[in-house]
C-alpha cells in the first residue's frame, strides 16, 4: 500500500524523491494507512527532504487514518527541528488526532520540554 514517492522518502532517497516529484508525482498522496510522504519524512527526521517536499506543495495539515498529521509526528518522535520547520510553514498546532490529542500532548507524554515550549 504505499506509493512509490512514499518508499522512496522513507528510505531517504533525495535524487529518487526529486524526480519523482519533478516528474508529476502527487506529493500529497497517502498509502494504505492514510500517511504521507511528508508524514514519514517527519517520523525519521529527515529535515532536507521535508524541505524538498514541502518546496513541491505539501500539505502540512494532512491527517492519516489515526488523525495524526506531521506536527503530531515530529511531536511523538522528539523531532524538535522538523516541528520548528513544520510550524513555520504553516501547520496548524490545534490539530487533534482520533484520540483528541493535540501535537502538545503527545511532547507532553514523551516529556519533551524543549517541544512543549514550542507548541505553548
Known sequence: GFTPLVMATYSDQYEVTKYFLESGADVNAKDGAGNTALMGVCFKGYLEMLKLLLAHGADVDAQNNTGATALI??????????????LE????????????????????????????????
Open 89 to 120: 510553514a504553516g501547520a496548524d498546532k490545534k490539530i487533534k488526532d482520533n484520540r483528541g490529542s493535540q501535537a502538545i500532548d503527545h511532547a507532553i507524554h514523551q516529556g519533551n520540554a524543549e517541544l512543549i515550549g514550542l507548541l505553548k
Open 73 to 86: 509526528y515530529a511531536a511523538t518522535f522528539g523531532q524538535v527541528g522538523i516541528a520548528k520547520t513544520l
